[in-house]
């Protein structure tokens, strides 16, 4: 699941951020489920506008999905959360 929303102060730079509940797994898992989603956000920051605020929570099946599944499915929550914000008309 993914949430995005535009901030009004363009000062600020691309912000993520990770949600990882004990439902993912014990601390072991959960750390490299984070681990692989800031991974693949990083390569993702260039394509990010400046002021951009995404927040990630991480779902069960994320800590067993191969890296190629778990990259596709962000880039889709990413898409996702975009077409949401315009259609709500908060991106500038």
Known sequence: MAHSLR?????????????????????????RTKRRLRAIMRDRLGELSQGE?????????AAEADFSVLDSEVVELIDKARKKLD??????
Not at 53 to 58: E, P
Not at 87 to 92: I, K, L, Q, T
């Open 7 to 31: 901030d009004p102060d363009d000062a600020h730079a691309t912000r993520v951020g990770f949600i990882v509940s004990k439902a993912v797994g014990n601390a072991v898992v959960r750390n």
């Open 53 to 61: 605020l995404f927040v990630l929570r991480a779902l069960p099946h």
């Open 87 to 92: 259609r709500r008309g908060r991106r500038a």
